[in-house]
């Protein structure tokens, strides 16, 4: 099960994936108020420590969270203990005092399923069992959802024969988390972190302590930390608070308190030290230099530890402020350098600056950052702006919501999940407001300035270089860092070069529309309130007249300028589309197109398939017009920027990574890919020029095209602006549209050794020719869940070879295609054994369908199919596919009652004719021993 990463504690490091930040102390007020608790929160505390937490939140309606939170993670293991309380959570779901057959079984036959209705994540200092239920029939079921829990509390049986079972699961998720990323990740862990037990801890263990624990080491870990006065329930959602307190106490007060044993402490050592480093592996291709800054923070639960994070918050913004007027004197070779805080442990903090840099200019970049960090400490601010921060956050303080009337249960429960996680008061919001006002209030502009130096002053420091793949950069010495800064503190302070004032971007203006054309209403549907128009253009207008709940048109056009058209490659049609969405209309400047957008308050997205080319927006009625001329302007006076395209054709690289390579060989495997489908090369695209692609695009927008539009606006209004706008634009009749890009009948299989672990990752495609149809599409997609059960319950439970699997099936209306997806990974040598198990439930799906698990599919389906009839956004896609299957609205009139139709016996029927495992992609990535060893 995934671990779970608190939000409060996130990690982010560096430019790619984040950085930390470290908060120096300061005065508090003479007066601490302590929070208190919002009063929407029933508390408790059972006589053996236990604590409760209840909300009776009422919205949705029918939906219940229950979570068990135990303050015991990875931190809590001994040396000989690695993996432990990842291994011990996974055994929780088997069985119990009082359910021999196993928690997950028992929550099976309940309807309940992995990763919707429970699921458990555990990451370094906890460990969290989650329950989510839904409908009243889920609902009914609460009381049993306590019970299990009070299982999984203090009741579990470790068993050898379950553990060797389930080890394979938790080896395969170890599996499954290999990759350039993840060896990156950790070697990031153990440069930030250094000094403390969490790089020493990993949550998910090693290869070796997976396969040995024995279950004497998980039930010593068990007994220790799992104790009552190490726990808390949470409780939210439509539910009876004091019905509920009764049960918890029924449940729960059983055990007795326990003495616990003493805790490791959460923070690495600090000191007075300079460190030096390097990352690097053969896929990565980012060129870094990062500075950071280790610290600690006070988080104390009252108005002085508030003072301290409302500084952060100020502080944090002055240095972003600050980042950029030093961009002036950033050196060649220095792309961007940005700047992030936030926890690495217990009360630590990091200030990290990373610089992207040229693979050759990381010196420059050690040499900018630790003159930023020097200009930082030395010149002061813009006073003026600091100002205006401090007064921005007082507007925000003040704007403040002063009751959390308005959450609902999601947000109750991810937020009291926080708050209990990181061991925090949920303030209450009529405290939490008036508190922020009066201390932001009293912040001065030199405390927000002494606040951020405090972090640049810390002792503890870090520079690290990254480069692409396993080139050699020289790593300076920490002596050299340090004579480096003491050159830099020497000099005069540069001068920094003031930012020439923007010439105010000129508001552009659209040009006159084309004389008015006409339209002819071709028929009515009061019904469904939909109506049809023929423009005298030969588009068509289709109106869905019904209000939408936000109040808002929405509207598509839609045309078959797809970018699998005869006359030009797919990359050309694809690169004349988006120059030519991104430039915007012709003479105008990327800076007019984004100000003109920001001023109309309406913008036009564009997509493009192999198939369909459609623009789409969404405005109030009083825009139409408005938005319409915009579309007239930009189908007839396109323009495509010259720095655009040069852009591309500068963005343009060689990725030889595994991912990339797996990829080329799938297109290759599952399409008859012509040369009009190939990628371009270098010199290919830099044969393009704005007149050749501006051509193309001209072609494209040429085609006709359904409008489609739904919402209430006065009809009279709609159709003057079509005539005006949509109906006198020239198409050309008859135009070939684009034609799709089917997949190869027959089984196709290819292996790749090209992997840098011991993993083997399966991708797979299947499809078989099916006519689109609305109740079958629904059909499908329940029939796709309840063999997404079975194969995992046969690749996981029973062969234990996988620790997730993906599986999808879908009836797409494009290619009239039922289409599989499936993919997992697993150990390289049971590879075949997996694949065997997985082509017998394609090869008779009827065979496998398990009434529980085909149970459940039904019901999800008919629930995901009632909300989907009360979703504007869902009614209008199934407009959209009513008029181009049918040419009228009858599947937008079925729509109603398919919900109904769905039922055991149809979907059984659908799955008794298929056999997926014919028209089947398989591309298989295999690890390459050789690209093993050159891992440094």
């Not at 959570?89 to 399923?113: C, K, L, N």
């Not at 009552?228 to 449940?251: K, Y």
């Not at 060649?332 to 200019?361: D, H, Q, Y």
Request: with cysteine.
């Amino acid at each position: 099960m995934k671990h779970l990463v608190t939000l409060a504690r996130r990690l982010c490091l560096l430019a790619a994936c984040g950085m930390a930040a470290m908060l120096p102390a300061h005065a508090a007020p003479a007066t601490v108020e302590p929070f208190r608790w919002d009063p929407a929160i029933q508390r408790g505390t059972l006589p053996n420590g236990l604590r409760y937490f209840i909300v009776p939140a009422s919205k949705p309606a029918d939906t219940l969270g229950i979570q068990l939170l135990v303050h015991a993670g990875s931190l809590e293991e001994d040396e000989q203990q690695s993996g432990v309380a990842h291994l011990v959570e996974h055994m929780m779901f088997h069985e119990s005092r009082d359910v021999p057959e196993g928690i997950a079984r028992r929550m099976t036959a309940m309807g309940w399923r992995p990763g919707v209705q429970y699921n458990a994540v555990t990451n370094s200092e906890r460990t969290l069992y989650m329950l989510n239920l839904s409908g009243k029939a889920q609902l009914a079921q609460w009381d049993q959802g306590l019970f299990l829990l009070s299982q999984i509390a203090g009741h579990a049986l470790i068993r050898d024969t379950s553990l060797a079972q389930e080890r394979r699961v938790v080896l395969e998720e170890w599996r499954g988390k290999l990759s350039a990323r993840e060896r990156m990740e950790q070697q990031r862990r153990l440069l930030l972190r250094e000094g403390g037990l969490q790089p020493l801890r990993p949550t998910i263990g090693t290869e070796r302590s997976i396969r040995t624990q024995p279950a004497a080491s998980l039930q010593r870990f068990y007994q220790r930390w799992y104790q009552p006065n190490n726990m808390a329930l949470l409780v939210v959602g439509a539910v009876d608070a004091a019905q509920v307190e009764a049960r918890i106490r029924h449940w729960f007060a059983e055990r007795p308190a326990a003495v616990l044993p003493q805790r490791a402490d959460r923070n690495p050592v600090l000191g007075n030290t300079l460190r030096t480093g390097r990352l690097q592996d053969a896929d990565n291709r980012s060129s870094q230099v990062g500075w950071v800054l280790r610290s600690r923070s006070d988080l104390a639960q009252d108005s002085a530890g508030f003072r301290v994070r409302l500084l952060d918050n100020l502080a944090e913004k002055l240095l972003k402020q600050e980042l950029v007027r030093y961009q002036p004197l950033r050196p060649s070779g220095v792309r961007s350098v940005v700047a992030r805080k936030g926890f690495i442990g217990g009360t630590t903090f990091t200030l990290g600056f990373a610089a992207t840099v040229e693979p050759n200019a990381h010196r420059a970049g050690m040499q900018y950052l630790l003159q930023l960090q020097h200009l930082l400490l030395a010149q002061a601010p813009d006073e003026a702006k600091l100002t205006a921060l401090r007064e921005d956050l007082l507007a925000v303080a003040r704007r403040t919501p002063r009751s959390s009337a308005g959450w609902d249960a999601q947000k109750w429960l991810q937020e009291l999940q926080n708050a209990i996680a990181d061991e925090r008061v949920l303030q209450d919001p009529a405290q939490k407001g008036p508190m922020a006002e009066a201390i932001v209030a009293g912040i001065r502009n030199e405390d927000v300035i002494a606040h951020l130096r405090g972090w640049l002053q810390s002792p503890d420091r870090l520079l690290f270089m990254l480069a692409p793949g396993l080139k050699p950069v020289p790593l300076p010495t920490p002596q050299q860092v340090l004579a480096l800064q003491a050159d830099i503190a020497a000099k005069p302070l540069p001068a920094v070069p003031q930012p020439p004032v923007p010439a105010p971007v000129p508001l552009p203006e659209l040009p006159p529309a084309l004389p008015a054309a006409s339209s002819t209403l071709l028929w009515r549907d009061e019904a469904q309130q939909v109506a049809m128009w023929q423009l005298a253009n030969g588009d068509r207008l289709v109106w869905q007249y019904r209000a939408n709940q936000d109040g808002k048109l929405r509207y598509v056009a839609e045309s078959g300028a797809g970018y699998r058209l005869p006359g030009a490659t797919g990359w050309q049609w694809q690169l004349a589309a988006q120059l030519a969405a991104a430039s915007g209309p012709a003479g105008w400047q990327a800076a007019q197109l984004r100000r003109w957008e920001q001023h109309q308050s309406l913008g036009l997205s564009q997509a493009q398939t192999t198939q369909r080319l459609t623009q789409s927006a969404s405005v109030p009625a009083d825009k139409l017009a408005t938005l319409w001329h915009y579309y007239q302007t930009r189908q007839l006076h396109a323009g495509i920027d010259p720095a655009l395209l040069r852009l591309q054709q500068n963005s343009l690289g060689r990725d030889s990574s595994a991912a990339s390579q797996a990829y080329a060989a799938l297109g290759k495997l599952r399409y008859p890919l012509t040369a009009a489908d190939q990628a371009p090369t270098p010199a290919e695209l830099r044969r393009q020029t704005p007149a050749a692609l501006l051509a193309l695009w001209q072609q494209l927008v040429a085609r006709p095209v359904t409008h489609y539009l739904s919402g209430d606006a006065r009809e009279a209004d709609v159709l003057a602006a079509a005539n005006r706008y949509l109906a006198p634009i020239p198409r050309r009749a008859n135009a070939v549209t684009a034609s799709a890009l089917l997949p190869r009948p027959g089984f196709f299989e290819s292996r790749h050794a090209i992997a840098r672990e011991p993993v083997a990752r399966v991708q797979a495609y299947g499809s078989v020719p099916m006519a689109w149809q609305g109740e079958r599409a629904l059909q499908v997609a329940t029939l796709g869940r309840a063999l997404h059960a079975a194969m995992r319950r046969s690749l996981r439970e029973e062969a234990a070879g996988v620790y997730s699997v993906q599986f999808s099936l879908k009836l797409n209306p494009d290619t009239d295609r039922l289409e599989s997806e499936w993919q997992f990974s697993t150990d390289p040598a049971r590879l075949d054994e997996l694949l065997l198990r997985v082509r017998a439930i394609l090869a008779q799906p009827a065979a496998v369908l398990d009434d529980a698990n085909l149970q459940t599919a039904l019901e999800y389906g008919r629930q995901q199919a009632a909300a989907r009839q009360a979703d504007d956004d869902s009614r209008f896609n199934r407009l959209q596919l009513s008029i181009r299957h049918d040419g009228d609205t009858r599947y937008l009139s079925r729509s109603a009652d398919l919900a109904a139709t769905l039922d055991a016996a149809s979907v059984r029927a659908l799955a008794s004719g298929l056999q997926l495992d014919r028209n089947l992609a398989l591309l298989l990535t295999l690890p390459d021993p050789k690209l093993m060893e050159t891992q440094p």
